[in-house]
């Protein structure tokens, strides 16, 4: 990250921070291909509700292309998130406003545990 004019540069996502948001970006490997890749984010999307605090929490979801982009509302705060799927990893970065900046390092532990787990490869189809 260098510092911009405004806030924060990202040179890799190339985008500016606002002075008061937290990027969290997480980059997680795969061996899925980016097809099923995306079909388990996709199928799996809507189970967000019920990991965020607060119970009422909204998330809207949009594809484009291979990137989902989330907009969720939860703590009376507006978090906005991107999903990338390319073909051998999924690059999730969040941007975590105000005091919800605090909660950056378990939200970036939870994304690797969690997101981890969903692009495993099943064992089980395997002869």
Known sequence: MILAEAGLQSAEWGTTVAGMERPVEVELPHKLGREEARRRIANN???????????????????????????IVAMGQ????????????VRCRVMLPGILALFAGPLEAALNRKGRDLLLEDKSKKG
Not at 53 to 69: C, R, T, Y
């Open 45 to 71: 999307v809507h189970k967000l509700r019920d990991h965020l605090p607060g119970g009422a929490a909204q998330v809207e979801s949009s594809w484009a292309g291979d990137q989902l982009n989330l907009d």
């Open 78 to 89: 507006k978090i906005a998130a991107l999903i990338d799927v390319e073909d051998t990893k």
